[in-house]
């Protein structure tokens, strides 16, 4: 025979089905938006990645200036490098040929080592290390052709034009399909999303007009970088598309002879890439020379920020919402094991009755706890339904919103499952099952007298001489305190939610709008080398120019198990910069003496790095440490960097005396040609990062606030209800002894009104300061650092989003004691 | 002759310490036959509700012991007073105890489930008067209905010893004759042995074995030669 409690399940389950929804609504809402989150992120994921295989991305591509000949291809396809001082010396034979001079091959050869040597030292071609990387090589030519997507002949874009006969970096299609006609073109789908570019839609691309018929996502174009050396994407200035080869052929431009290749022994690992990567360029510097061409472009995949900014972007995504998740859980389950607790107490005499009768503990237990086993499993079953469909679709449609994605595949996500599904269960029925048994541990005969109290109050606490209304007030206070600390807890995190909810846009926006500040040069140039094509040291007329050395290094992080799982799990990236003594953009207030540095205010605050203290930076790929003492701070919040005397630096990182990377300065520079500079960063370039979280997740965030807002009333709803259910017989007496409802909600509702109050203003004080140290952690897995801020009038709507919440709860409260019959209070008195 | 079933020696219990130690069991003695309907009487104060918890297994004596077919009690421990409890007793309260979200026959059920010899649900429910209750809920019955789903609940995992703690107290005078009368049906018609505790004198005179208690001894330990029906009593 099964046993009959059972059947009390589904009758409970429909007599209070009004909390058990709100309950389950909660638990769906949180577990489908954490799991859509998961899944979105795994598939999309998944996606890229099984499309860099489907779609053939290259290893690596580089751009010479002619088109390359069959032999160079055979030869560059070799890997190894070409002779270039044999080419030399028959160049020089033959030109002397040309002039009728019969030159000795040892006299030329003589020549050419005086200049040879030196060719050799700055390439480092006699590396014995060398082992040539052999590689297939294909076709991938490009224009840069100018796009009026709005056809009113200005300019609004440039649009990188590929064949689409491509057999490498080939593109999949989000919508529509290839070109098939010399007038069709497909065009990348973020940008036309940006830009309003829908398929049918006719643009112009070369002065051509050209019909949309695809919206596509190149696989090495996943974000819309025109330059490898650019910070950030544009995928409005910028596009990538796709014409046949007849259109390709037409299109006016000059051709870009782009060639990408895959290497015929795929590297094991990023290192191998790296060694692969340098002896592939000394076999392109020498093939290219011998085969009188030149390099315009030479990018190994591995360091292509098109096709892995937006893959580790994703990694790094948030585990910081399955955290409120957890906690949000725990508070429900708080809620359930309250409630529960409440209705052991109501049915005392029948658990003794029970358990007098031969239940045994185990069996009520059980019974107990099914409960909320099933409501979390029901939340779960929903909330992954959810989760695989509406939020993951949601959660895509933010990556969707700042990348061009491929079409995302939906996979099976054992994260999702495990965080939303078995933490969830196991924190409910941990929280559930401590309460219970620790409540069913009394003595049936305890039950049978409703002697529940582990303590007995030896003495009434004794209350001022208040009025009568006043103490009864404090009375009920008193009463419900278990609940009120409950309650204290849901609003803490209700409060923390709110903290992240505003906060997140506050601290974008306050980096935002600092960042000019946080800049100790209006511009800064890094150059591609420190010598132009004619060996000269590269030069500014510009006055407010200044040299500065730098490097990147690495800070070894701790790994934190909170955010285990996130973000590239790597070390933190360190800019360590040379500065030269005087320098109008960065002083030292003390002197320095060597390997003493000063740190930015982001490392010392990221790291809690302390001055005298000691730091250890490593190469990423070298086995070299330095270890640096921190002599003082540079109030620079711009990134995590190191700042040394010019001279340590060149003596410490092995630099000649006339060595530096770049300019800083405060006007622009303009006599510096655009193929050495390597990157400009300008305070538009820091917020770009911003910018682009702002426009990702603003919408998100107004939407969370109001969901808090029902969530608070949904909270507060509970654990009101739970309050009131407690006092069912003693509201019901009151009415029979003649109070009015007036004034029975002022003695029920009124208390609970003042410590929601009172939690609230504490629970932000608290959920400030952990979203302070949630953030702080959180930024510990990512590499650069922004403070948590949160504004003064975001501070005050974060406790008043609150009160309106429970304010709409204070009238369900005051229609329920309302309809508190009188004859409750005259059923089941012992 | 049969043996004794129930047997209570030298029981002792106390409550309070200090000043406010007061004695409720002062060493009481007597035994029960099985299939006996015994009662036990006394005013308030007496010890009949502590005597009657702890033959239950739900409270434990000072000193002394009692033991059930052989079995003492003060041996077991809290596993095998639950089994105990399951196999050998059913509980009748003054107030009925009943599971408010589940009806008339489900709460008979509650005590069918723990029995491995349980009676026909159906049956008990016909011999109660209860088939045209049994899918109501204990808020729509009458306290006697409500007490006789109580006693439904005791009887029916069909229990050595029926225990019953004042199951009129509650009752108007026709109701509780009425439930006495089921328990006089039950005891004869299933043979369980029921103890019954009551401050009603009157009840003693339809039981076969009468214990009157007073100030936690056994003042008078008689069997009843003039035994009449339930439906007989008047007080």
């Given amino acids: ?830 | 002759m049969r043996e004794d079933f129930l047997v209570i020696r030298d029981l002792k219990k106390s409550f309070g310490t200090g000043e406010a130690r007061q004695e409720v069991l002062r060493g009481m003695n007597f035994s029960v036959k099985k299939g006996e309907f015994c009662v036990l009487l006394g005013p308030s104060g007496s010890g009949k509700s502590t005597l009657l918890n702890i033959i239950g297994g739900i409270d434990t004596p000072d000193s002394g012991f009692v033991s059930i077919n052989g079995d003492k009690l003060k041996d077991m421990d809290e596993k095998q007073l639950t089994i105990y409890r399951r196999k050998h007793l059913g509980y009748v309260f003054q107030m009925y105890n009943l599971i408010p979200n589940l009806n008339v026959k489900e709460n008979i059920e509650v005590g069918a489930y723990l029995s491995d010899n349980p009676l026909n649900v159906e049956e008990v429910l016909t011999t109660l008067g209860l088939q045209e209750h049994k899918y109501k809920y204990p808020n729509q019955l009458s306290g006697g209905q409500q007490q006789r789903v109580s006693i439904g609940r005791a009887v029916v995992k069909n229990p050595d010893i029926l225990m019953c703690d004042e199951p009129t107290g509650a009752l108007d005078y026709k109701t509780s004759k009425e439930i006495l009368s089921l328990i006089e049906e039950c005891n004869k018609k299933y043979g369980n042995t029921v103890i019954m505790v009551t401050h009603n004198e009157a009840i003693k005179n339809m039981s076969d074995h009468i214990i009157k208690l007073r100030d936690g001894v056994v003042r008078k330990d008689e069997l009843n030669e003039n035994k009449i029906t339930a439906a007989e009593l008047d007080w």
Wanted: aromatic share 12%; proline share 3%; net charge negative.
């Fill in chain 1, 1 to 830: 025979m099964r046993n009959p409690l059972i059947k009390r399940i589904p009758k409970e389950l429909k007599s209070d089905w009004h909390k058990y929804i709100v309950i389950i609504i909660f638990m769906v809402m949180m577990i489908g938006v954490i799991s859509g989150m998961y899944v979105g992120h795994d598939s999309m994921l998944d996606s890229i990645y099984k499309g860099r295989d489907e779609l053939n991305l290259e290893d690596g591509s580089f751009e010479v200036k002619n088109k390359a000949t069959d032999a160079f291809i055979t030869d560059m396809s070799t890997g190894k490098m070409a002779d270039v001082r044999e080419y030399y010396i028959q160049k020089g034979i033959n030109e002397a040929k040309e002039q009728g001079i019969d030159l000795p091959y040892d006299v030329v050869a003589e020549q050419v080592d005086k200049e040879w040597n030196k060719v050799v030292e700055r390439y480092d071609l006699d590396n014995k290390d060398f082992a040539p990387a052999e590689i297939k090589i294909y076709e991938n030519f490009y224009h840069d052709e100018s796009e009026d997507f709005d056809k009113d002949g200005i300019e609004d874009a440039t649009v990188r034009v590929f064949s689409s006969d491509s057999k490498i970096d080939m593109a999949s299609f989000n919508e529509g399909r290839a070109p098939e006609k010399e007038d069709e073109i497909a065009i990348d789908r973020m940008h036309a999303d940006n830009v309003g570019v829908k398929v049918g839609d006719t643009i112009k691309v070369g002065g051509e007009e050209f019909k949309v018929v695809g919206l596509l996502s190149y696989v090495n174009y996943l974000t819309l970088h025109k330059s490898n050396t650019d910070l950030m994407f544009d995928a409005f200035g910028f596009d990538v598309a796709m014409v046949t080869p007849e259109a390709f052929e037409g299109l006016k431009t000059r051709v870009h002879y782009s060639y990408a290749y895959k290497y015929v022994d795929t590297p094991a690992d990023k290192a191998e890439k790296k060694t692969y990567a340098e002896n592939l360029l000394k076999a392109l510097i020498t093939q290219t020379l011998v085969y009188d061409n030149e390099i315009d472009d030479y990018t190994p995949e591995y360091l292509r920020q098109g096709s892995n900014f937006a893959p580790s972007d994703i990694e790094k995504d948030s585990a910081g919402s399955a955290i409120l998740c957890y906690i949000l859980i725990a508070v429900i389950a708080f809620i359930f094991a309250i409630t529960i607790s409440n209705t052991i107490d109501k049915e005392a005499s029948v658990i003794g009755t029970l358990r007098a009768s031969g239940y045994s503990k185990k069996e009520l237990v059980v019974h107990y706890m099914t409960m909320p086993v099933i409501v979390t499993i029901i939340g779960a079953i929903i909330g992954n339904a959810l989760g695989y469909t509406v939020f993951k679709d949601i959660a895509v449609g933010l990556y969707y919103n700042s990348y061009s994605m491929p079409n995302c595949r939906v996979v099976f996500s054992e994260d999702a499952v495990v965080k939303t599904t078995v933490i969830p269960l196991i924190l409910m029925f941990v929280i559930n099952l401590i309460v219970i048994v620790k409540k069913l541990q009394l003595s049936p005969l305890k039950f049978l007298r409703h002697d529940l109290a582990k303590k007995k109050h030896s003495k009434a606490r004794r209350l001022p001489n208040w009025s009568f209304i006043r103490r009864f007030r404090l009375r009920i206070l008193f009463q419900n305190m278990p609940n009120y600390v409950v309650l204290a807890f849901g609003v803490i995190f209700i409060e923390l939610m709110l903290c992240f909810a505003f906060g997140l846009p506050d601290s974008l926006y306050h980096y935002e709008k600092k960042a000019p500040d946080m800049m100790f040069s209006d511009y800064q140039y890094v150059l591609m080398n420190t010598k132009d094509d004619e060996g000269k040291l590269i030069k500014t007329a510009e006055k407010t120019a200044e040299k500065f050395s730098s490097k990147e290094l690495l800070y070894p992080k701790e790994k934190t198990e909170l955010f285990a799982g996130m973000g590239s799990g790597g070390d933190e990236g360190v800019t360590v910069y040379g500065i030269i003594p005087d320098s109008r953009y960065i002083s030292f207030d003390k002197k320095l003496n060597e390997g003493e540095v000063y740190v930015s205010v982001s490392f010392k605050a990221k790291f809690g790095l302390k001055e005298g203290e000691k730091i250890t930076l490593h190469e990423e790929y070298e086995n070299k440490s330095y270890e640096f003492t921190i002599a003082g701070t540079i109030d620079y919040e711009g990134g995590i960097a190191v700042f040394m005397k010019n001279e340590d630096f060149n003596k410490i990182f092995d630099k000649k005396e006339d060595e530096f990377s770049g300019y800083f300065s405060d006007n622009e520079i303009t006599d510096i040609e655009e193929k050495y500079i390597a990157a400009i960063i300008t305070s538009e370039e820091v917020t770009k990062v911003t910018n682009q979280l702002e426009h990702s997740m603003g919408g998100a965030m107004n939407v969370f606030k109001y969901a808090l807002i029902v969530m608070t009333a949904a909270l507060i709803y509970l654990l009101a209800k739970i309050i009131i259910e407690r006092n069912e017989q003693a509201i019901s007496m009151a009415k029979i002894l003649g109070f009015r409802n007036g004034e029975i909600g002022g003695l029920y509702i009124l208390p609970t009104a003042i410590v929601v109050v009172i939690c609230s203003l504490i629970g932000f004080g608290v959920g400030y300061y952990i979203m302070v140290w949630i953030f702080k952690l959180f930024m510990l897995s990512m590499d650069g650092y922004f403070a948590f801020y949160m504004s003064v009038p975001s501070m005050g709507l974060s406790i008043l989003y609150l009160l309106i919440g429970y304010a709409f709860v204070s009238v369900i409260d005051f229609i329920r004691i309302k309809h508190i019959p009188m004859d409750v209070a005259l059923k089941n008195v012992d």
